[in-house]
């Protein structure tokens, strides 16, 4: 079982919707959670954090978090093309590394 | 700018030569990471340090992988020996050790072995 898994996508959504992006970990005593974007041929971009259980709004981004089900989650609210990204999820375990997922592809169709 | 800065951008190697990359992190931040990426994955974690000290090691990690940060600043990985293998986007990340780090990455140096 990989520490950190997600849908590799793509995950195509039309404009002005909402983007549902998911992340599982196989790690109990998680800690920190994370979202990246990242554009093609760019380095990943920290968009969101969270440490505890529930949501947390910026912008039109909302993470969500589940520790008892080990899963994350982001919701992008009224998508634009300029979304249209690899989306990361990251997490801090036990160990003081920050491990990643694949990444789902997400594209905003206009 | 105050980013993470890497150098080179770009790197072309023949088979068999190596190759030092070079991270300049965050002024303030006192840890450094390695990871590599390949396309259509995620960062795969190398190594960090927490200023001059080198804390842990990718198990994966070949010995052709070695990486310093002499002063506790800057951070210089060398692959020893390429392959072809090896070909990567080879990012740096920095950030300040706490209970809610963050790491903020550069904009990577990708490596192609001929």
């Known amino acids: 079982q990989k520490e950190v898994e997600q849908n590799s996508g793509p995950l195509s959504v039309p404009e002005g919707a909402i983007a549902s992006l998911n992340c599982t970990y196989s790690d109990r005593v998680s800690q920190s959670f994370f979202w990246y974007r990242q554009y093609s041929g760019k380095s990943p971009e920290l968009i969101m954090s969270i440490y505890s259980n529930g949501d947390k709004e910026d912008g039109r981004f909302t993470a969500q978090l589940n520790k008892a089900s080990q899963y994350v989650s982001l919701l992008i609210r009224d998508s634009q093309p300029s979304d249209s990204a690899t989306y990361l999820c990251?997490?801090?375990?036990?160990?003081?590394?920050?491990?990643f997922g694949q990444g789902t592809r997400l594209t905003i169709n206009p | 700018d105050t980013g993470v800065s890497q150098d080179p951008r770009h790197k072309i190697t023949k088979r068999g030569q190596n190759v030092t990359f070079r991270c300049d992190p965050i002024s303030e931040h006192n840890r450094l990471y390695w990871y590599r990426q390949t396309l259509g994955q995620g960062p795969e974690f190398l190594t960090y340090f927490q200023n001059e000290a080198q804390l842990e090691k990718s198990r994966l990690l070949s010995d052709r992988f070695s990486a310093e940060r002499p002063k506790g600043s800057f951070s210089t990985l060398e692959i020893q020996r390429t392959e072809q293998g090896d070909s990567a986007m080879y990012l740096c990340?920095?950030?300040?050790?706490?209970?809610?780090?963050?790491?903020?990455f550069g904009s990577g140096t990708q490596l192609s072995v001929l």
């Open positions: 990251a997490v801090k375990g036990g160990a003081q590394k920050l491990v």
């Open positions: 990340a920095s950030s300040f050790a706490g209970q809610h780090e963050k790491l903020f």
